[in-house]
């Protein structure tokens, strides 16, 4: 029961909208009807600047990393916690994603995954923002550096798992981190139709 009832908290943990609020305290406007229609801190950059594009970056990672504290002070140490740990942290992506509180439309999961897997495989993490910001550089394409950091997310856990400290153990990261994939991978789908069509906005 109180592996539930953590997983709710790290869901409605999740589901703060920052990028919302942010927009909605600073040019009274939902950040929704604009841009790609999402919460996340690209979208709110487009909207109301780069500053609050940046705090809602900081804010949503911190929510993710947060759920992942909470299940890991909470839970007693045992053969599952390390799998309970791991789902909390998933449980913060979907809530970021399909926020209560927005009719369970939010943003694209990136930040707060990144907020998760910080708590989770830190090293790994490092290494993935790496390949973020090469194909960022190089392609000038933030929605494809996302995908790309996340594809390769679940292989540099997998590699680095006997030297990278985990909240939780490798192989719920790993599935978390796959899940957590499938999920920003989902999100993108209208990026990566542009993409294709070669009509996607390119960070500037």
């Known amino acids: 029961m109180l592996s539930v009832l953590i997983i709710l908290a790290a869901y409605f943990l999740g589901s703060i909208p920052f990028g919302y609020?942010?927009?909605?305290a600073r040019e009274n406007a939902d950040v929704r009807e604009s841009g790609s229609g999402g919460t996340g801190a690209t979208n709110v950059s487009r909207r109301?600047?780069?500053a609050a594009g940046l705090l809602t970056l900081l804010l949503d990672?911190?929510?993710?990393?947060?759920?992942?504290?909470l299940?890991?002070?909470v839970l007693t140490p045992g053969s599952d916690a390390g799998l309970w740990i791991a789902l909390a942290g998933l449980a913060a992506m979907v809530g970021h994603i399909f926020p209560?509180?927005?009719g369970f439309r939010g943003g694209k999961g990136v930040a707060t995954g990144l907020g998760v897997f910080v708590g989770l495989a830190p090293l790994a993490v490092a290494c993935?923002?790496?390949v973020f910001v090469g194909v960022v550089w190089a392609t000038r394409y933030v929605s494809l550096g996302s995908i790309t950091a996340a594809a390769v997310l679940p292989v540099l856990i997998w590699l680095l798992s006997d030297?990278?400290?985990s909240a939780a153990s490798p192989g719920s990261t790993i599935i978390t981190a796959i899940l957590g994939c499938a999920l920003i991978v989902f999100?993108?789908?209208a990026n990566i139709a542009r993409l294709l069509r070669g009509t996607e906005n390119k960070f500037r």
Do not use: E
Not at 21 to 24: A, D, G, M, S
């Open 163 to 165: 030297k990278a400290t």
């Open 128 to 130: 993935a923002g790496v």
């Open 21 to 24: 609020l942010i927009v909605r």
């Open 48 to 50: 109301a600047g780069k």
């Open 61 to 69: 990672a911190v929510k993710g990393t947060a759920g992942v504290i």
């Open 71 to 73: 299940a890991r002070a």
């Open 100 to 102: 209560v509180w927005l």
């Open 187 to 189: 999100t993108h789908r």
